[in-house]
């Protein structure tokens, strides 16, 4: 069972390790001080975001992310069922 929790651990810092890459490839989301005062940046390009290098990788940090969540979880209720 302490084998199934190193894996859940090696794969645990795995996916941070991705999900840290994917996080610093994306671009900025402010478009400066325009969008501070409510400026409308879209163009027709904003609205085809999910076929994009940009959607792609947003759609990839959301799905790491709660892969991540599962496996944290996971782990956690393996470790609690060893120690008990």
């Known amino acids: 069972m302490t ?4 894996i859940l651990y090696i794969v645990c810092v795995a996916i941070s390790i991705a999900l840290v890459v994917v996080v610093l490839m994306q671009d900025s ?5 325009g969008s501070a005062f409510g400026g409308n940046t879209d ?3 904003g609205r085809n975001k999910s076929k994009t290098r940009e959607g792609k990788l947003i759609r990839m940090t959301k799905i790491l992310g709660a892969v991540l969540g599962v496996f944290s979880i996971v782990a956690v209720i393996i470790s609690r069922l060893i120690t008990a």
């Open 3 to 6: 084998a199934l929790l190193w």
């Open 29 to 33: 989301k402010s478009s400066g001080l």
């Open 43 to 45: 163009s027709f390009f």
